[in-house]
């Protein structure tokens, strides 16, 4: 590893679960561009191309997870540094929309997938010297989204797993952490848009929510996440990383069309909408 560059990951071996596609696919190659050795484990391992080594592997499928944290772990030479928790799946609806099988199969890939794919890795991560986990977690865990109860419930719950792995785990030198992201233009995302009534209008609603006016992208997740699991963190463990437009942090005032105060000034109708629910739901 490189002493002057605690950026770089040269050496170190790394796993992202979910890592073909989106948010865990940029994770991967951003590690591997940073020189660690990537392995993804994925239900459609497909997408993750060498240099990354894919595994096919169900998170929510304990036997499953072994064999590939196993298989990941020996095609990595017998070690493991870094452990991105990253595969996840989205529901849709208020908590009276979705049914028990649909609450136990969302909470059983986001959270529970996380808790094996650690305690399967934790042997290995024990032997590091610079071991690190981070999950990928979401906005939905600190702000009240609509039509989200179900998915914000599992997002929730791995914001409150991040903190209590944290702790349980500095004192064998292994630094957890979690990544919030705002809504990311993924193929998840592309997926939800095209089965919207108005898949432009509600792309344009998305984009309005995040005060930066558009939607944040898996490239700028995957950095916070390799910032995350690198030297460069070594101090940090147990922190939640927004990495969400400013959306979960900021109170802007409404763009108007004279300018932020719009043309009857702070306390005109520009004032008056609601940022946080521009499609009025
Ligand atoms: N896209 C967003 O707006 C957004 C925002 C906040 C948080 N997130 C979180 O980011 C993570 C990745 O989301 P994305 O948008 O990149 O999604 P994506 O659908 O593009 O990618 C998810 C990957 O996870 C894999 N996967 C799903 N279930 C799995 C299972 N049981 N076992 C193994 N692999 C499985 C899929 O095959 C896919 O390759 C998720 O945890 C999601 O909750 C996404």
Redesign the pocket.
């Known amino acids: 590893m490189s002493e002057t560059d605690p950026i770089r990951l040269d050496g170190l071996k790394a796993l992202v ?9 940029a994770t991967a190659c951003l590690l591997a561009a940073r020189g660690a050795d990537v392995a993804v ?4 391992p497909s ?1 993750a191309r060498a240099p990354l080594l894919g595994i096919k ?4 499928d304990d036997a499953s997870v072994r064999e590939g944290v196993a298989a990941a772990v020996d095609r990595l030479g017998g070690r493991l540094d870094i452990l991105v928790n ?5 529901a849709v609806g208020t908590v009276e929309d979705n049914d028990d099988a649909q609450w136990h199969r969302v909470l059983d ?2 959270v529970l ?1 996380m808790a094996r794919t650690s305690r399967a890795a934790l042997p290995r991560l024990r032997r590091s010297a610079h071991a690190a986990i981070v999950n ?5 865990a600190t702000a009240g989204l609509p039509q989200r109860a179900l ?1 914000s419930a599992s ?1 929730g719950a791995v914001l409150s797993l991040t903190l209590a792995m944290a702790a349980d785990h500095v004192r064998e030198g292994i630094r957890v952490n979690c990544v ?5 233009d ?4 592309g997926r939800l848009l095209a089965a919207a009534d108005d898949p432009e209008a509600e792309r344009a609603a998305l984009d309005a929510r995040q005060p930066m006016g558009r ?2 992208t ?1 490239g700028e ?1 995957a950095a916070a996440i390799a910032y995350l699991a690198s030297p460069a963190a070594a101090s940090v463990t147990g922190t939640a990383l927004a990495v969400d437009g400013g959306m979960q942090g900021l109170r802007p005032r409404p763009a108007g069309p004279a300018g932020p105060a719009g043309p009857a000034g702070p306390a005109g109708p520009a004032g008056l909408t609601d940022p946080a629910d521009p499609v009025g739901r």
């Open positions: 679960t979910g890592g073909a596609s989106g948010i865990g696919h484990l994925d239900l459609d997408g592997a169900d998170v929510s990253n595969a996840g799946i989205g890939v986001n997938g990928t977690c979401s906005i939905a998915y997002k919030n992201p705002g809504t990311a993924t193929p998840w995302v939607l944040v898996a997740v």
